[in-house]
């Protein structure tokens, strides 16, 4: 009986260092009621998000809330991308990279229109030990 209450101990504590070893961490801002775990087609978003470091920031304009969705590319700073989504879940505008003039003017217009609410979701590289 000894030996399977401690198999069983130390089933549950490598169980325990192997969820704890996943490499990004996220966080939520609010932790209840964030949107992303209320709305469907965000929550879904997000599933594809959680292995690589991105933000969600909540922007209003015009009493309207858009979701910018900014995933870095490292080492390339003109392939990193902001992808601006309405309140149903549909594409507004993309930025980053090269763009033509009217897509930059358009990007200006919105982001200088709109008011920054803050990420509300975040997903980054967990802090090694010693650093």
Known sequence: MKVIKYCSLICCCLLLFACSSSKYVIEKNPELNNPVDEIAWL????????????????????????????????????????????????????????????????????FKGAKNKGVIWECKLREKKGE
């Open 43 to 110: 929550k879904d978003r997000v599933k594809g998000l959680r292995d690589t470091e991105c933000q969600i920031t909540l922007f209003e304009k015009e009493g309207e809330n858009y979701y910018a969705v900014y995933c870095p590319t490292p080492g390339a700073f003109d392939k990193s991308t902001t992808v601006v989504y309405d309140q149903e879940g549909k594409v507004y505008l993309k930025a980053g990279g090269l763009m033509p003039p009217q897509r930059r003017e358009a990007v200006n217009a919105f």
